[in-house]
């Protein structure tokens, strides 16, 4: 039924502005859509992430969007890094500067001003 549809992330956040400004300005997405109001979709890759306003942003406790970036995870994080992203560091899993790794995976979270969970790694 599903399988063959293309599906987008959705997340929610407090500020729209503030939200664009971080989506577009630290992450580098390309806006695709402004037109209705409190609502932002980005260009991701092939798909779309799609930004809106909401009393729930920031309640998710998991992750909310993962991008797999293969081998340009260690530029990707140092360039975040530089425009001032913090990452976060989870105790289970080998640490390696702002770096969790797995045997040959390499994994960074970090939160958008909301606090959503954001992923990268490297599968």
Partial sequence: MLKDKTSTAIVAVSDIARATAFYRDVLGLEITDDSMG???VFRT???????????FAGTNKANAVVWDVGDEIDTIVA???AKGVTFEHYDGIELQGDIH????MKMVWFKDPDGNILHLNNM
Avoid: I, P, Q, W
């Fill in 101 to 104: 790794v797995a045997g040959k």
């Fill in 38 to 40: 409190e609502v932002v």
């Fill in 79 to 81: 360039d975040l890094a």
């Fill in 45 to 55: 890759g092939d798909t779309s992430l799609v930004v809106y306003r909401s009393e």
